[in-house]
């Protein structure tokens, strides 16, 4: 079975102070891995599609990682309003249906 | 209107209650997709159309019933609930596999 685990659970951060959140997964092969962002009472906003070994991808404060071994989400220098529940999802190769599984996010909170 | 819109954002019925939540989207997407969201918990697929045609059902209990009359339009409706099945219910879309999938909003449902 797909698992997504993300870590830290919950990140406090004072503005400026950078930081990475991890993702892991157990897929038999990946065909993409995929960052939102979720601010409370919405839904998923998307932010980042990873597909190979290697790739990188940035917006604004926020740069994905994907290499063989780690899958980070960096924030560089974040602001009070990057506070949110950042979650990571990964599409293998054999599903149908575009399906996603997602791990449990991880509650960034930067305090000012 | 763009994007995926949910209709309605919250919702308070009763377990002998008969309700039903509206998803459209205005993106020309063909695939459609229910998820649930409970606190602490990952994002958990419910169903999946493509092209109006249902292709997966994850184990959801039949006191939910999809409707997907073309391929905007998406529908959930819900009778006789628990408690348990409180939670944030969100719509999405995708053009297909490994695209991105958007999200609505939610519909915030409360079962008493």
């Not at chain 1, 991890?22 to 993409?32: A, E, K, P, Q, W």
């Not at chain 2, 039903?20 to 159309?49: I, T």
């Not at chain 2, 391929?71 to 879309?93: N, W």
Request: charged share 20%.
């Amino acid at each position: 079975e797909d698992q997504v685990t993300q870590s830290p659970e919950a990140l406090r951060l004072q503005e400026g102070e950078s930081s990475s959140l991890n993702c892991s997964y157990t897929v038999s092969g990946l065909r993409g891995l995929f960052w939102y962002r979720q601010d409370p009472g919405k839904g998923p906003e998307f932010l980042f599609t990873l597909y190979s070994a290697g790739e990188e991808k940035e917006k604004e404060r926020l740069k994905a990682t994907l290499t063989k071994k780690e899958r980070f989400l960096h924030i560089t220098a974040p602001k009070p309003e990057d506070s949110a529940t950042y979650l990571c999802a990964v599409q293998p190769f054999e599903t149908s249906g575009s399906r996603l599984t997602f791990g449990e996010g991880t509650q960034l909170t930067v305090n000012p | 209107e763009t994007g995926v819109t949910q209709t309605p954002r919250h919702l308070v019925m009763g377990m002998t209650n008969k309700k039903s939540l509206k998803c459209e989207q205005h993106l020309g997407h063909n695939a459609m997709y229910w998820y649930k969201q409970s606190a602490k918990k990952p994002l958990e697929l419910m169903f999946v159309y493509n092209f109006k045609e249902q292709t997966e059902n994850n184990s959801v209990p039949s006191r939910f019933s999809p409707e997907c009359p073309n391929s905007s339009h998406l529908f959930l409706h819900l009778h006789t609930l628990q408690p348990e099945d409180s939670a944030l219910y969100l719509c999405a879309s995708t053009s297909g596999p490994g695209n991105i999938q958007y999200f609505g909003a939610g519909t915030r449902l409360s079962v008493l």
